[in-house]
Antibody, heavy 118, light 110 residues
Framework: ELQLVQSGAEVKKPGESLRISCKGSGYSFTSYWIIWVRQMPGKGLEWMGRIDPTDSETIYSPSFQGHVTVSIDKSISTAYLQWSSLKASDTAIYYC???????????WGQGTLVTVSS | QSVLTQPPSASGTPGQGVTISCSGSTSNIESNTVNWYQQLPGTAPKLLIHSDHQRPSGVPDRFSGSKSGTSASLAISGLQSEDEADYYCAAWDDGLNGLVFGTGTNVTVL
């Protein structure tokens, strides 16, 4: 079955670091880009960036450049989104998705809720 | 702040049709394909329409997409209760060199 499975919910304090994961299965992981999307509480979708699993080339949204890092371990078909210093404003659900050959995002992971609170 | 503008809400009774607009610019909608996503309450988004008007396998033909110039639209005919969801348009923006989502439209079935 084609799917992306994300790591579980996290509760962190401001200033802490965090890495969440997104594991693909049921398809050739290196053949499709992985994208990350943020959804803040009660808000819309925001594209954060994408990564090419073949060479780890990344493109970030200007809104997220410098604050998050996207990476890949293709040996285990897993993408990562990480923060070195979390802020309360990072509280959100984070989704990964596969960018398919038609340019659409399909499928999506189930989402990872990140809560940052002192 | 999104560069693709959608109405915040739309509604209709069962069986009726609704149309959701997505207004952009020459650097996004006019230059690149538009995709639409459906997000049911408490779930991850799902690809509904790709390449302006194509439906992925499994999406009912009650959903249709169109595009003209700097605007796109999603039409839902024969509304059903399970269509209650948030709908988002999305397109690549050549000026920003990134993907932009619409502001989102919440559809209510009365």
């Amino acid at each position: 079955e084609l799917q992306l499975v994300q790591s579980g919910a996290e509760v962190k304090k401001p200033g802490e670091s965090l890495r969440i994961s997104c594991k693909g299965s049921g398809y050739s992981f290196t053949s499709y880009w992985i994208i990350w999307v943020r959804q803040m509480p009660g808000k819309g979708l925001e594209w954060m960036g994408r990564i090419d699993p073949t060479d780890s080339e990344t493109i970030y949204s200007p809104s997220f450049q410098g604050h998050v890092t996207v990476s890949i371990d293709k040996s285990i078909s897993t993408a990562y989104l990480q923060w070195s210093s979390l802020k309360a404003s990072d509280t959100a659900i984070y989704y990964c998705a596969r960018q398919d050959s038609r340019g659409g995002f399909d499928p999506w992971g189930q989402g990872t809720l990140v809560t940052v609170s002192s | 702040q999104s560069v693709l503008t959608q109405p915040p809400s739309a509604s209709g009774t069962p069986g009726q049709g609704v149309t959701i607009s997505c207004s952009g610019s020459t650097s996004n909608i006019e230059s690149n394909t538009v995709n639409w996503y459906q997000q049911l309450p408490g779930t991850a988004p799902k690809l509904l329409i790709h390449s302006d008007h194509q439906r992925p396998s499994g999406v009912p033909d009650r959903f249709s997409g169109s595009k003209s110039g700097t605007s796109a639209s999603l039409a839902i005919s024969g509304l059903q209760s399970e269509d209650e969801a948030d709908y988002y348009c999305a397109a690549w923006d050549d000026g920003l060199n990134g993907l932009v989502f619409g502001t989102g439209t919440n559809v209510t079935v009365l």
